[in-house]
């Protein structure tokens, strides 16, 4: 199965502002990978998870605390198939949207 990376720009735009904010987050609490690779991997993990099974409510979590942002970024981060963009593990973020089918 191909991982389909389809969000909208609308969407876009979003994912990137939480990947910024992520990546500042886990550079601060001790990432040894740099900011663009930090970025750039939760933009791919994210965009991947909302475009295949399990849509993210993306405004709600560009505005959460740190706490939940990192909790589902880390957590995608975990607990994606990189082969076909699903979650594995039963992992269901907090800021799924109630169609998801993790």
Do not use: W
């Amino acid at each position: 199965m191909t991982v389909k990376f389809d969000a909208t720009p609308a969407e876009m735009r979003t994912i990137k502002r939480i990947g910024r904010r992520a990546a500042v987050l886990l550079r601060r609490h001790g990432s040894d990978q740099n900011y663009s690779a930090i970025r750039l991997s939760v933009i791919m993990s994210l965009n991947a998870t909302h475009s295949n099974g399990c849509p993210l409510d993306l405004e709600r979590l560009v505005q959460a605390d740190d706490f939940n942002l990192l909790h589902d970024v880390v957590g995608i981060s975990k607990y994606i198939d990189t082969e076909t963009g699903k979650l594995t593990q039963c992992f269901l973020p907090r800021f799924a949207k109630q169609e998801c089918a993790a």
